[in-house]
């Protein structure tokens, strides 16, 4: 099943009521298909249209050309965007943005009183979305007291209480510190093992190389689409870009041109794993 | 020195029922002239201690001199002790506010240094304002003509963080103090607020202080490194000598740099390879040492 789709979408923020210096589209001709389940990172430096792109994803912004589909509905549909902002769910990034509440459990249950479920229902959202993030715990406790990756935990699990198809995260990590980021990937992870579509917007490619696909962007258009392995591979393409490869792979590399071949190497637990089996 | 602390201790509501110990005996000199990096977890403490260092939070027990200037509690001291020790706080593009970039530059100058009257002759002239924010808007890299007047608003991430900066380095601090000043850039973002703060460190601000959770630009940059846990430094050392307490470190739960890592991990095998946080040298070292080992 096709999740999102991208139709030759073309965005600018000159005649929407953005910024007058910005005449340049910010999404030019996009085209691009995520099918349900994917497990994706999406990357690019900054002013490249990443969160363009994940705000086109569920409508909060149209497309000024071409057509941006969530499950075969098009976003410019009105009658429909309920129903995609409620299959498409969306964090960002700033923990501390987007707690109303002064309870966790309030917090997580305005998502499902909004879409008008009954009081018990309600309920048991709270505790299928607490549970997923592993912060039941912290049911009555109030998100101003929690730790930064505690906060964006709570953040996705107000998205999950109205049990979206997608998450798509714009650089929810990038706020954390190394330990909250790595709460938040596990999280995701296991969301996505149970067939939710995940996709995570970064520019740490560390953290990239973890996922199944690898979308690219630079300048509004689509730069590269492959597995970590083939993005990776495209070193001198991405540098121009202004993306690193992975800490693991770019030592990697020098080992390689030094005359040590360990063969592939996309992750730190990759490498030490295979400088720990050296004779 | 720079800074020198002694037997400082601060808890946080230290009569309610919330009272939290944050910072026990800590005890620390920092040099003239050092780029000083300071990492532990996240409440560990980090950010109460610097808080001391331009007196935004005052010492409950123990002393603290800055710059010369001790630390106390109704010290008339206190405002050029703020001109002398600069503090760019984490995220500081959060904490713009005017109209124009040049009037959010000149507000830290204005406020601790002064207009020229005739109660504060040693105060500055408009002009001199002026050629102080074009100053600094040239150390950190934007332009006077292109974006002095416009609205610091409109401006990226990574150029409003510099106006942040600007408008702390106006002062020409001796001390300059930044939490995460990297946080949440891009690469390219990161490596130019690096390469600018190692400028500042040239022209402005001799000692530098710096938080990070990057154990890598640490190792990149500083020349010692406090490790802060639980309110107390737990270690002090070169960042060299430091990661190669992995096991320490990871039981904090902080990171080591990949080199580090493989370092530490050759080394159990019997392998002796030098720390080198440049990964081209480090590389050749190793790639040297097994190829030799093998013949």
């Known amino acids: 099943m096709t999740a999102i789709e991208f139709k030759n979408v073309v965005f600018s923020y000159s005649e929407d009521g953005g910024t007058e210096n910005n005449i340049e589209p910010a999404v030019k001709e996009l085209s691009l298909t995520i099918e349900q389940g994917e497990f994706i990172a999406l990357c690019g430096h900054n002013g490249s249209g990443k969160s363009t792109v994940a705000r086109l994803m569920n409508g909060l912004l149209t497309p000024k050309s071409g057509e941006v589909l969530a499950f075969g509905e098009s976003t410019q549909n009105k009658k429909k965007i309920y129903d995609i902002r409620k299959d498409v769910g969306m964090i960002f990034q700033n ?43 912290f049911k009555q406790a109030s998100p101003y007291k929690l730790s930064g990756g505690q906060k964006q935990r709570i953040a996705i699990a107000g998205v999950l209480a109205v049990k979206p198809k997608v998450l798509v995260l714009d650089e929810s990590t990038a706020m954390l510190d190394p330990k909250g980021r790595r709460e938040i990937f596990d999280v995701i992870k296991s969301l996505n093992k149970e067939g939710m579509t995940i996709i995570l917007i970064t520019h740490y490619m560390d953290e990239a190389a973890l996922f199944d696909r690898i979308i690219v962007l630079d300048n509004g258009k689509l730069a590269m689409d492959g597995t970590p392995k083939e993005v990776f591979a ?46 | 020195m720079s800074i020198k602390i002694e037997n400082l201790s601060f808890i946080y509501n230290p009569k309610g029922a919330f009272k939290k110990e944050a910072l026990k005996n800590i005890t620390l000199t920092i040099n003239k002239g050092e780029f000083f ?35 106390v509690e109704g010290s008339k001291e206190l405002k050029s002790l ?41 105060g500055l002239t408009d002009q001199e304002i002026k050629e102080r ?43 300059l103090i930044l939490d995460e000043p990297s946080s949440g850039l891009d690469p390219k973002g990161k490596q130019e607020i690096l390469q600018l703060i190692r400028n500042l460190k040239e022209t402005t601000s001799d000692t530098i202080i710096m938080i990070s959770h990057d154990m890598d630009e640490i190792a990149e940059n500083c020349s010692r490194v406090a490790v802060i846990a639980k309110g107390e430094i737990v270690m002090c050392m070169s960042p060299e000598e430091l990661f190669t307490h992995e096991e320490a470190l990871v039981g904090l739960s902080l990171d080591i740099p990949i080199v580090a890592k493989v370092r530490n991990a050759l080394a159990l095998k019997g392998i002796d390879v030098p720390y080198n946080r440049d990964y081209k040298v480090f590389a050749k070292t190793v790639a040297e040492k097994i190829a030799g080992g093998a013949k």
Do not use: W
Request: charged share 25%.
């Open chain 1, 95 to 137: 923990p501390d943005n987007q707690m109303i509440a002064t309870i966790v459990e309030d917090d997580i249950a305005f998502g499902p009183e909004n879409i008008g479920l009954p009081r018990e229902e309600i309920g048991k959202r709270i505790d299928f979305a607490l549970g997923a993030v592993d912060m039941l715990e």
């Open chain 1, 234 to 279: 495209r070193q001198t393409e991405l540098a121009e870009i202004g993306l690193k490869l992975p800490r693991a792979t770019k030592l990697n590399s020098y080992f390689k041109e030094n005359g040590l071949d360990l063969g592939e190497v996309l992750s730190t637990d990759e490498l030490m794993e295979k400088i720990c089996q050296l004779k």
């Open chain 2, 37 to 71: 990096g300071i990492i532990g977890h996240t409440g560990s403490g980090k950010s109460t201690l610097i808080q001391h260092f331009n007196a935004l939070i005052m010492p409950q027990s123990g002393t603290l001199e800055v710059a010369g200037i001790k630390v």
């Open chain 2, 82 to 122: 703020r001109a002398k020790c600069g503090m760019v706080f984490q995220y500081p593009e959060y904490q713009l506010f005017g109209e124009t970039v040049e009037e959010d530059i000149a507000f830290g100058l204005i406020n601790f240094i002064g207009k020229k009257t005739e109660k504060n002759p040693s």
């Open chain 2, 133 to 175: 924010v074009k100053e600094a808007m040239e150390l950190v890299g934007l332009s006077y003509n292109e974006f002095a007047m416009r609205s610091p608003f409109q401006l990226s991430g990574g150029q409003k963080r510099r106006v942040a900066i600007a408008g702390i380095i106006v002062t020409k601090p001796e001390i």
